[in-house]
């Protein structure tokens, strides 16, 4: 059975903190690993990751994979309070239809 | 483009009870999917499509029903609704020449009582 599980399951920092998220997988035919924010509704696409050791960086948040030990990481500089939220790491392990969610990281970022 | 639309936004149905969640993508994306999001367990795949009157089954299909007519649409029944069926719905579709990216709607919180 597929599984991916993230770690911390939440954390509290302050603003101005880095932060690193984790995620790790156990699935058959890996294709691709999805990172997604959620804060009150819908998730929201962050990265798509492929290919191992290739940061993807976007502003303050960046994110890398690591095929052979089968994890991946989402980092989070300068924290702000909007980047409250759950974290959710999804891997795509086939047709689109074969998406595995982690069970998410919640991230609260205080003044 | 709307995106990916969902209605209701809440409902309340007592044991028993049928309806249908709707979901439209204006975005001519072939796949869509529903998923159920409870405290603890993540997103769970309940159905999906990936083209008009095509549909299959996810991880967690027992009491719900979907059908997919057009592209644009890709409702989802609860035939006989169960407090077990609590839940927060998402519909997504997805660009699979953007690389399976998936937009999802805002969502529907259903309660079952």
């Known amino acids: 059975e597929d599984k991916v599980v993230q770690s911390p399951l939440s954390l509290v920092v302050h603003e101005g903190d880095t932060v690193t998220l984790n995620c790790s997988y156990e699935?058959?035919?890996?294709?691709?690993l999805l990172w997604y924010k959620q804060e009150k509704k819908a998730p929201t696409f962050l990265f798509m990751l492929t290919s191992s050791g290739i940061e993807k960086k976007s502003g303050r948040l960046s994110s890398i994979l690591d095929k052979k030990e089968l994890f991946s990481i989402l980092n989070i500089t300068a924290t702000q309070t909007g980047d409250s939220a759950v974290y959710l790491c999804v891997i795509n392990t086939g047709t689109a239809s074969k998406l595995t969610f982690g069970t998410g990281t919640r991230l609260q970022v205080t003044l | 483009n709307a995106g990916v639309t969902q209605t209701p936004k809440f409902q309340v149905l007592k044991t028993g009870q049928s309806m249908t969640l709707q979901c439209a993508q204006d975005m001519n994306h072939e796949y869509m999917s529903w998923y159920r999001q409870d405290p603890g367990m993540g997103l769970r795949l309940i159905h999906y499509?990936?083209?008009?009157?095509?549909?299959d089954q996810g991880e967690v299909p027992n009491g719900y029903n979907v059908s997919r007519s057009t592209t644009e649409d890709f409702p989802l029944r609860l035939l006989s609704a169960a407090p077990s069926q609590t839940s927060v719905y998402f519909c997504a579709s997805t660009d699979f020449t953007s690389g399976y990216e998936q937009y999802f709607g805002p969502g529907t919180r259903l309660t079952v009582t």
């Open positions: 499509s990936v083209g008009a009157g095509i549909t």
């Open positions: 699935v058959t035919n890996f294709r691709s």
